[in-house]
C-alpha cells in the first residue's frame, strides 16, 4: 500500500491541504513538530498522524518509516526543506514542498544524483509556487523554441496572505531581488523593473520580484534570461525604489523581530468565502534574437486553494508511479497542460 506523510499539517496551508486529500482518494498520515499542533486536526479527520522535530535525524527516519512520499508544507522552507529532503533520500521517499524560495530549488539541485540513485523524485513547488508559472514557461518554449528571454507575471485577485507566507517573506528583508542572465542568477534591487498587465479590461501593476521561476523555468526550458513578475499597488513600487537604503536595517534581528510579531497578531490566512471569490492571472512572454515574441495568459483558481489542488494532484500521480527519478520541476516532469486538470483554470491566451 502506498503511503503519504503530510508534514505541517497544522500551518494555514498543509491543513488546507489535510482538508481537501480525500477530494483526491489520498488518506495521509499527518505530522508536525509537537503533538499538541497535530493531534487535534488528525482526530477531527480520523486520521494517524506522526511526531518528528526537523533537526532530529532519528525522529525523522522514524517518522518516514513505510512512507512513499513526502508531502512538505511547513517553512520557511530555506530551514525546513534540507533536513527533509535528506531524509527521503536515506528512507527511499518521494520529496514535494510547496516553496517558493530560489534558493531551495538551487539547493534541491544539488541532490538531485542521490535522489536518482536512491529511485526517488525531488520536486519542490507543486503549488502556486510554481505550477502556473512553469506550465505557461513550457507553453512558451514549445512556441518559440529559439527563445532567450522569459517573463513571467502574476496577480491574485481578490485574495490575502497566510501568515505563514508572510513569515517567509520576513526572512528575507533586504535581500537583494534576483533574475537570470546569460544562464546565471544575478542580485538586482527588488522591483528594479515594473509593467502593466492587460486583464478582462483592465490593468494590472506588475512589479519585478524574486520569485520560483528564475531557478525552475530556467530547467524546464534552459531559456537564458529570466525576469518573474508579480502584481503590487504602484504606490508601493514607488516606496521599494528607496529600500536600498535601509536594507542595512531590514537585515538586523530587531527589525525582523519587530515584523514577525506583527504577523503573529494576523489572521492565520484568507477565509474560506475570500478564497472562494478569489482568483489568480498568470502571463508570460518569451522573445528571441530576432525580436520576434509570444505570450500565453491563464486564469486560474485563488493560489492557495490552486497550492492544495496541484500538490494533492502530484501527490496522487508520484503514488500511482508516474514520477522520473531525481530533481523536477512541475512542467518538465508532467507537461505544460498539468495545469488543466486543476479545476477552475481557463486559458486566456495560448
Known sequence: MQTILLYGANGYTGNLIARMAADYGITPILAGRTEESIKPLAEE???????????????????????NVVLHAAGPFRFTAKPMIEACIRNGAHYLDITGEIMVYEMAKKYSAQATEKGVMLMPGVG??????????LTLKKKMPDANYLKLGFAGIGGSTSRGTATSMAQNLGRPSAVRKDGKIMPVPLGHKSMWLDYNGKKIFLMS???????????????????????????????????????????????????????KKSPPGPSDERRAKAKSVVWGEAGNAKGEKVTA???????????????LLIARKVLNGEFKSGYQTPAGCYGEKIIEEIPGTIILEN
Open 297 to 311: 495568459k491563464l486564469q486560474c483558481a485563488e493560489g492557495y486553494t490552486l497550492t492544495a489542488m496541484s500538490s
Open 128 to 137: 502556486f509556487d510554481v505550477v502556473p508559472t512553469d506550465c505557461i514557461a
Open 45 to 67: 479527520l480520523n486520521y494517524s498522524y506522526r511526531i518528528a522535530d526537523l533537526n532530529d535525524a532519528s525522529q525523522l527516519d522514524k517518522a518516514l518509516s513505510g512512507i
Open 209 to 263: 520580484i524574486p520569485w520560483g521561476d528564475v531557478s525552475t523555468a530556467y530547467t524546464t526550458t534552459g531559456i537564458p534570461d529570466i525576469e518573474t513578475y508579480t502584481a503590487v499597488p504602484p504606490k508601493l513600487h514607488r516606496m521599494l525604489r528607496f529600500q536600498s537604503l535601509f536594507n542595512w536595517l531590514l537585515r538586523t534581528d530587531l527589525a525582523k523581530k519587530y515584523v514577525l510579531n506583527k504577523i
